[in-house]
């Protein structure tokens, strides 16, 4: 082994490199306990027909926006859309839209999705359209020889876009007119001290489903369909995201009260008109059902590129991390695409011997007028409601982190019941990746902050988690947890050997070392490659976001300090790279070099995986791009 001797130039540098190769060797052990436990599950929904189709249990889906602008209101109505054309007894079917931006445009395309919704739902079960989302299913080259399926077709692509022009409009000018408002009571609510905010507590029904004049066009059910926006003070925490959900769990609570509940994010629609059924049984299973939890589908996005130059849906994660928990009985709640037992979310502990009627759910609505419905609704959704109760704490999702999904599956483990995680051939639920760096790292700061943020909390599943769950499983939690620490090595191995280079201080043996020499020889005749180097192939420059993207071009969006450390390390390794190649071919005789190749391989491996920051900086000739190379090179 080589080992500097004290006073040896760069002892202390070749020392925090073996604590980070050690560290580096930990977490590869820990990530093992999850990736050699592997499950798949296989459901048999035609088995489920047979047995329980008079006795399927109710469902309330949630779907979760937060911001007009961000988060438009014409993606979230298609995921709304889609998730009401559930090949299942619409009667059974309740949606509810949660807007945290209390906005009366995200209320007017949800008006416009249910009046669509009439024509929309009968045509899809119908000709079993796939998918169920207008916008993804529109976007389809589809066979049209069938005149009767054409004509059909036609029509409701018209609606759709009529609808999706009113309310892309609205959306463009910021406000609705007064004859939009004269069209629904529920306008009402919106006056001019209403803001995101701060404003009272809204619920609408916008579709009555326990009501027989609430039918479509060919005369069959609809379901339920309302709209919530909670109620925010400047002075009462929200609690973001966890917040909307608990208040969702509230009011459907008195409106339909379904024993399983689906959320999905604004972003995330229904590709499976059968989702549903598959994940009942798991639900329904004879032996193993009474003690699921929730059924957890993955996050599938549409329009990932052939190499995922983000990263946003690895395979690693999907196909066999996941399913690695799932060998544990731990699958993590991943916040979206999942179906919750109602009885497990709201802090109920499993208890054996447990007899579950999926039928005895009690009519809320019996008695009461909907007026008085709405009104009983808003005070469960109020600020002042969760006061001195043990919501955000033991009963539904926790609050306090920035990762409340996660969390809150750990405490639903812990309290004896049991997740499954399935993965389907044919994805459950589609939503959009991000196309920019920004978006991406945005995305994983969050992230990697509060999962460490729960590792360093009461919530650490190796204290937590102490004889509740397996201990492969609170290993596991941990892989995910130690994501920010983790890169600690990871910078220290992309900054030290650089500057280490431009000092001339060697970190590794020398190349003609004996072990190195083997070591080479060994791994050069394994992998059956010849001592030849590799060829770069370059990368298609282009200014368009979307093109760029399709083409796997990263592109960077805004400038920040998140670009500026990026830039940093690759200038610091080019730098480094052209010095230690100057000087081999240029300075003094290899011999005195031969101690610094390793090095130079590295910043040159580095090097080339920054081949498309070195694009964006010095390249690209857009005015926002060049824009981003000058803050980014200057601050580097």
């Known amino acids: 082994m080589h080992i500097p001797r004290t006073g040896d130039a760069g002892r202390y540098a070749w020392i925090g490199m073996f604590i980070s190769e050690v560290l580096f060797g930990l977490y590869w052990i820990i990530s093992q306990f999850v990736r050699w436990n592997v499950v798949h599950r296989y459901p048999f929904k035609d088995r489920l027909s047979r047995r329980y189709e008079d006795k399927l249990p109710a469902i309330d889906i949630f779907v979760c926006t937060a911001d007009p602008i ?53 045509f899809c079960k119908k000709f079993a359209v796939e998918p169920r989302s207008p916008e993804a299913y529109f976007a389809l080259n589809i066979d049209l020889n069938d005149s009767v ?34 069209q629904h009571k529920g306008f009402s609510e919106w006056n001019s001290k209403v803001t995101k905010k701060d404003h009272q507590s809204i619920v609408q029904i916008l579709i009555e489903g326990w009501n027989p004049n609430a039918v479509d066009i060919d005369g069959n059910p609809l379901p339920t369909l309302v709209y919530l926006s909670r109620e925010k003070k400047p002075q009462c925490a929200h609690n973001f995201k966890a917040g909307a959900m608990n208040a969702l769990i509230r009011v459907s609570s008195e409106i339909s009260d ?10 995330m629609y229904s590709n499976d008109p059968d989702a549903i059924r598959d994940a009942l049984c798991f639900f329904m299973d004879e032996k ?12 599938n996005y549409e329009n990932i590129t052939k190499n995922d130059i983000y990263s946003n849906s690895g395979p690693p994660i999907l196909k066999i991390e996941l399913a690695g928990f799932d060998g544990y009985d731990a699958m993590p709640y991943i916040g979206t695409g999942c179906f919750h037992r109602r009885e497990s979310l709201c802090g109920s502990k499993y208890f054996e011997n447990r007899i579950v009627e999926w039928n005895d759910a009690e009519d809320k609505i019996k008695g009461r007028t909907i007026d008085e419905v709405e009104e009983a609704s808003k005070l ?36 004896g019941w049991k997740p499954i995680y399935y993965n389907p051939t044919k994805k459950a639920f589609r939503g959009v990746a991000p196309t920019t760096l920004d978006q991406a790292l945005v995305q994983y700061k969050r992230w990697s902050e509060g999962l460490f943020q729960i590792f360093l909390s009461k919530y650490c599943p190796l204290i937590y988690g102490h004889g509740k769950i397996k201990f492969g499983a609170q290993i596991g939690y941990c892989m995910y947890l130690l994501w920010a620490p983790i890169s600690l090595p990871t910078l220290y191995y992309v900054v030290i050997p650089a ?11 020398k190349a003609d070392d004996v072990v190195f020499l083997r070591i080479r020889d060994a791994v050069i005749r394994q992998l059956g490659f010849s001592e030849t180097g590799f060829v770069v192939t370059a990368k298609v420059v282009n200014d368009d976001v979307l093109k760029r993207y399709e083409q796997e071009i990263i592109e960077f969006g805004n400038s920040s300090i998140m670009f500026t450390i990026i830039s940093t390390l690759a200038m610091l ?15 003094t005789t290899f011999g005195a070099l031969e101690n610094l190749i390793p090095q130079i391989i590295i910043c040159g491996l580095i090097a080339m995986v920054n081949l498309p920051v070195y694009e964006a900086l010095f390249f690209r000739g857009t005015k926002d791009v060049c824009h981003l190379q000058f803050c980014s090179s200057l601050s580097s």
């Open 258 to 267: 379904a024993p399983i509940i689906l959320n999905v994010d604004c972003d």
């Open 288 to 299: 193993k059902g009474q003690q699921i939890s929730y059924v957890q589908y993955p996050q």
């Open 149 to 182: 399926f054409a004509q059909e077709w036609f029509s409701i692509k018209k609606l759709y876009e009529d609808m999706k022009t009113r309310i892309v409009s609205a959306v463009e000018k910021g406000c609705l007119s007064n004859e939009i408002k004269g």
């Open 380 to 415: 469960v959704a109020n600020c002042s409601y969760e006061k001195g109760s043990q919501w955000g704490k033991e009963m539904g999702l926790v609050y306090g982190c920035a990762v409340e999904d996660m969390v809150t599956g750990l405490t639903i483990l812990c309290r």
């Open 499 to 509: 500057l280490c280079l431009l000092h001339s201080v060697p970190l590794f043996p």
């Open 573 to 587: 390794n080019l730098f480094s790279l052209s010095w230690g190649i100057k000087k081999l071919v240029f300075g």
């Open 70 to 122: 961000l988060e438009p209101p014409s993606m979230a109505i298609n995921t709304v859309l889609s998730v009401m054309a559930y090949n299942y007894p619409p009667e059974k079917l309740s949606v509810y839209l949660s807007d945290d931006g209390g906005s009366e445009l995200t209320f007017y395309a949800l008006l416009e999705a249910s009046k669509f919704s009439k024509y929309w739902i009968p």
